[in-house]
Nanobody, 122 residues
């Protein structure tokens, strides 16, 4: 059973930093074909894709608003993906979600974490 557990959210002042973690279980990074993604959803807005990292290690930051400030990385030993967020702005306030697109046994499954709240405010 695939599970994704996000952590690391909280309240931070504008200009500050946070690192979100997404711990995956039910599959192993080093022996799977997957794309891990970070999404966010601000109040009253649609969920948007922030960025992705593939099983081959290719990272792509999709949201223009975070390019140059956010980065995605992973730790294979911990089966965990990270979202490092620097120079945070109030408009980064949102619930951040981790998503896995996992291909195995001839099928592709989509899995979501429960989300972690990030609030940027003075």
């Amino acid at each position: 059973q695939v599970q994704l557990v996000e952590s690391g959210g909280g309240l931070v002042q504008p200009g500050g930093s946070l690192r979100l973690s997404c711990a995956a279980s039910g599959f192993t990074f080093t022996s799977s074909s997957y794309t891990m993604s970070w999404y966010r959803q601000a109040p009253g807005k649609e969920r948007e894709l922030v960025g992705t990292i593939t099983s081959s290690g290719v990272t792509t930051m999709v949201a223009d608003a975070v390019k140059g400030r956010f980065t995605i990385s992973r730790d294979n030993a911990k089966n965990t993906v990270y979202l490092q967020m620097n120079r945070l702005k109030p408009e980064d306030t949102a619930v951040y979600y981790c998503r896995a697109r996992l291909s195995r046994y001839g099928n592709t499954g989509i899995y979501w974490g429960q989300g972690t709240q990030v609030t940027v405010s003075s």
